[in-house]
């Protein structure tokens, strides 16, 4: 079975710090997905990578960046949290066109 | 453009009800089409797929059926239990862009004894 794991279930960080999530699969898939979900939007796609060392933007890449250094671990950087990245966030893995693979997610709370 | 619809929820429904959840796409071209299951603290879970039109995804009880003429893939099942309190997804494939989903915004269902 794939394994997407999310180091963190919840989060609480200040204003203005600096928030790194991070993501792990284990099943050598090359694309990997960060999304955040909100209430009545559903999800939304913030950044993804379609290989070590490649990012693309998604819908709501603002205030958010990424890093993919090992083809295993997808992480997300809010380089200045603000109060309206309180959020869920979701991170996922696929193989080429197959289905995506979801993580448990990270309530992120930001005061 | 690219868009799913879903029906609003929450969706009430009684033990052994049935069920049905709309969910429909604009997209040049068939991409596949899936349902998602989000239960309470989890992440999403792939309920089933459809890959071309007329194409039927089943699991657990659940069916979907990719209907090209109508741009649809309506979650249906016959008969639903408490376990299927959730947040179901509908979404649909954008291959040329590394495996990309768009994703309604997602339908509450809550089930009652």
């Known amino acids: 079975d794939v394994k997407v794991t999310q180091s963190s279930r919840y989060l609480v960080k200040r204003t203005g710090e600096k928030v790194f999530l991070e993501c792990v699969q284990d099943?050598?898939?090359?694309?990997m997905f960060w999304y955040r979900q909100d209430p009545g939007l559903g999800l939304r796609l913030i950044y993804f990578?379609?290989?070590?060392?490649?990012?693309e933007k998604g819908d709501i890449p603002e205030g958010y960046s990424v890093s993919r250094e090992k083809k295993e671990r997808f992480s997300l950087i809010l380089e200045s949290a603000s109060t309206n990245q309180t959020s869920m966030y979701l991170c996922?893995?696929?193989?080429?066109?197959?289905?995506?693979?979801f993580g448990d997610g990270t309530r992120l709370s930001i005061l | 453009g690219n868009s799913v619809t879903q029906m609003e929820g929450p969706v009430t429904l009684s033990e052994e009800a049935f069920l049905t959840i709309n969910c429909t796409y604009t997209?040049?071209?068939?991409?596949?089409l899936f349902w998602y299951v989000q239960y309470p603290g989890e992440g999403l879970q792939l309920l089933l797929k459809?890959?071309?039109?007329?194409d039927k995804g089943s699991n657990k009880g659940f069916e979907a059926t990719y209907r090209k003429e109508t741009t649809s893939f309506h979650l249906e099942k016959g008969s639903v239990q408490v376990s299927d309190s959730a947040v179901y997804f509908c979404?649909?494939?954008?291959?040329?862009?590394?495996?990309?989903?768009?994703f309604g915004q997602g339908t509450e269902l809550s089930v009652k004894p």
């Open positions: 990578s379609y290989d070590v060392k490649m990012k």
């Open positions: 996922a893995s696929s193989l080429g066109a197959q289905p995506q693979h």
């Open positions: 997209a040049t071209g068939y991409p596949s």
């Open positions: 099943m050598d898939h090359e694309n």
């Open positions: 459809a890959t071309k039109a007329d």
């Open positions: 979404a649909r494939a954008i291959y040329n862009q590394g495996g990309k989903l768009i």
